[in-house]
């Protein structure tokens, strides 16, 4: 039984942060890369960032690059998504999920978060 519970998220202007964080449980956490995706009203889930087993290596998508930061706790078996100069456009639903292989291609996830809602209001 895999579980990953995000939270943190919340209704932000734009220009605002939020941190969220996911929990993870059920699985051997400092195995796995750990990743943020998203899901926008009416659009695909899209990647956001990711960050490898031992922390050593992220990478982000274009839209977050300079905004938001990746980190990840093993000892604490979390993952974090540091989001600043939040915009109107980030508003989604933003799922933590976990791969056994780092790489930003949804279908190379094994596990997923229930999601959190962001709302950035202009």
């Known amino acids: 039984q895999v579980q990953l519970v995000e939270s943190g998220g919340g209704l932000v202007q734009a220009g605002g942060s939020l941190r969220l964080s996911c929990a993870a449980s059920g699985l051997t956490f400092g195995t796995y890369a750990m990743g943020w995706f998203r899901q926008a009203p009416g659009k695909e889930r899209e990647f956001v960032a990711v960050?490898?087993?031992?922390?050593?290596?992220?990478n982000y998508a274009d839209s977050v690059k300079g905004r938001f930061t990746i980190s990840r706790d093993n000892t604490k078996k979390t993952q974090y998504l540091q989001m600043n100069s939040l915009k109107p456009e980030d508003t989604a639903v933003y799922y933590c999920?976990?791969?056994?292989?780092?790489?930003?291609?949804?279908?190379?996830?094994?596990?997923w978060g229930q999601g959190t809602q962001v709302t950035v209001s202009s």
């Open positions: 999920a976990a791969s056994d292989i780092y790489g930003t291609q949804l279908s190379t996830y094994d596990y």
């Open positions: 960050i490898s087993r031992a922390g050593v290596f992220t």
